[in-house]
């Protein structure tokens, strides 16, 4: 067992990988509705997943609204959910899925407040649809429960912060929120445009609100949501927008020991994959019948962190915690079962390579460049740091493609254009390209480099063979050395210049370069992609 520096005592179960299921699990049954909205201006489809029919029969039922209702498949939930029903391990409940599409990333986030960028611009609109339509129907067609305490809704990523946002600002409907992966990183100012911890949106709605006495949380991070550290103290940012919201929380008197479970997946990604391998927890914790947890081992080593009130000092005052030791010593389990191998692990231990702090970077000059390269330059904010910059453009791209299928990744927006699959390894090529570029550069190397074809480089990627999980970690391996090549620059390798593509070229303008380029796509698949997937 160890403590860190927040006040908060860890334990890391390493556990079976698979439960095996009874031979005839009791069976859930899954309905499908269309609700017309008039707040979303769109239909909205709804996965509907009732109790098996054997279950007891009840006036109402407890029930979870979970965003995303479209991923149900890919999480693997009703296999989930029919397990946990034959082990008896959880009470008769309705699942009612709301499915997102491509305005997702604006129907989702705060409702009181968009993004930096104008996403969330319909948060408003889509918590008006959850209260005054989707509940009302929910209530009158399914027998599901009007009473908050047996109210609980989640989500993932931004459906995640939507569903937090909704239980915390409406007590008087949900009393339990479960976060997977929540993108508490929302905020009101670009990272390299001014940022500060401040600028996140929703650790300042729970500082000006008020907490319920009804509150429960159940919230998840992974170790591999993403690689950003924002303020490069070893912890990467999606879990340390989750524990100082965690901090903001134990401030307004949230009985963390008893109203909070935070459950860390070591080795989790920002994926289904990850979330439905930790679903049985969390429906554990949402709906589980007493004395009925350790009939469900996870299958993943997680961490399961509990407040330790004696240390809360500490909890009230960290807003940057310093890194720990790892700690050693051995778990004390009583009662824990035989198959649980103890194990420990710090939270909070250093990166293998934290990048070190950065003085402010000036902007390449006139003839650093070839003129094509000023579209990718001037997307960098005036004042903004490129390696922040780069640093922030990941987690975007992973939210928006973990929201869509192969099928979706593999169409153009037009005729001849290229597939979405195409623009990402076209990103990875490109990247490799300039930081390669680069690295000759700042080695003194004079050499002419050739230049390349974007277009035929694609055709000869096979792009659209390869998944897109095969694709996002070869950019996000791409992209952690990419960030270490650029952090390593001193100030007279910034200034080095040499050739390439037939023209002059520093350092310094293949720094802005790179994360302006992948600025562009951003852009392009936004505005030209996602409206017609």
């Known amino acids: 067992m160890g403590a860190n ?17 009874p031979a005839s699990p009791a069976g859930t049954r899954l309905h499908r509705e269309v609700l017309a909205s008039s707040f979303l201006k769109r239909d909205v489809e709804l996965s509907i997943l009732l109790p098996p029919a054997e279950a007891e029969a009840r006036s109402s039922y407890p029930v979870l ?7 149900l498949e890919r999480l693997n939930f009703q296999v989930t959910l ?17 499915h997102a599409n491509e305005q997702r990333v604006q129907e989702y986030g705060t409702a009181a407040h968009a993004d930096y960028n104008g996403r969330g611009s319909l948060a408003g609109a889509y918590s008006q649809f959850v209260l005054e339509e989707l509940l009302p129907f929910a209530q009158a067609h399914y027998q599901a429960s009007a009473d908050p305490a047996q109210a609980v809704m989640a989500g993932f990523s931004l459906g995640g912060l939507s569903a937090f946002d909704l239980v915390w600002h409406h007590p008087e409907v949900f009393a339990r929120a479960g976060v997977f992966s929540g993108s508490f990183w929302w905020r009101q100012r670009a990272v390299g445009a001014g940022y500060t911890p401040a600028d996140r949106i929703m650790h300042g709605l729970v500082r000006v609100g008020e907490l319920h006495p009804s509150h429960r949380f159940w919230l998840q991070s992974g170790t591999l949501d993403e690689r950003s550290d924002r303020n490069e103290n070893g912890v990467i940012d999606s879990i340390e927008d989750c524990l100082d919201l965690i901090e903001e929380l134990v401030k307004k008197g949230l009985d963390a020991q008893h109203s909070l479970r935070y459950v860390q997946v070591e080795g989790g990604h920002h994926h289904p994959n990850t979330w439905g391998r930790v679903m049985h927890d969390f429906l554990l914790w949402a709906f589980g ?37 790892p700690v050693h010593e051995p778990l004390e389990l009583p009662n824990a079962p035989s198959h649980l191998a103890p194990h420990t692990a710090d939270l909070m231990a250093p990166s293998l390579s ?16 070839l003129p094509y390269a000023v579209t990718y330059i001037n997307q960098i904010p005036e004042g903004a740091d490129p390696r922040e910059v780069l640093r922030g453009i990941a987690q975007e791209f992973h939210a928006i493609f973990h929201n869509l299928s192969e099928a979706q990744t593999e169409k153009g927006y037009a005729e001849g ?46 792009a659209n063979a390869r998944t897109m999980a095969s694709l996002l970690a070869e950019y996000d391996a791409t992209r952690a050395a990419t960030q270490a090549l650029f952090d390593s620059f001193t100030d007279e390798q910034l200034d080095r210049r040499g050739t390439a593509n037939g023209g002059p070229t520093t350092v310094r303008a293949l720094l802005f370069i790179v994360p302006g380029h992948e600025l562009h796509h951003l852009h392009v698949l936004r505005e030209r992609y996602l409206p017609i997937l």
């Open 354 to 369: 934290t990048p070190p702090s950065h003085m402010p970077i000036a902007r390449p000059a006139e003839g650093d460049f």
């Open 5 to 21: 520096s927040r006040g908060l005592r860890y334990f890391v179960f390493m556990l079976p990988d698979t439960l095996h299921s």
């Open 65 to 71: 609204y979970l965003n995303d209702g479209q991923d």
């Open 289 to 325: 019948q007493e004395g009925s947890a350790a009939l469900m081992p996870a299958p993943l080593p997680i961490v399961r962190l509990q407040f330790d009130p004696t240390l809360a000092p500490a909890i009230l005052s960290a807003t940057a915690a310093a890194a720990e030791e």
């Open 82 to 98: 029919d397990n946990l029903y034959a082990h008896h391990a959880v009470q008769p409940f309705v699942v009612v899925a709301m």
């Open 417 to 462: 254009k290229w597939t979405l699959k195409e623009m990402l390894q076209h990103q990875i090529d490109t990247e490799r390209i300039f930081a390669y570029r680069a690295m000759r550069f700042a080695r003194g190397d004079s050499q002419d480099l050739p230049g390349f074809d974007q277009d035929d480089y694609v055709v000869q990627s096979g």
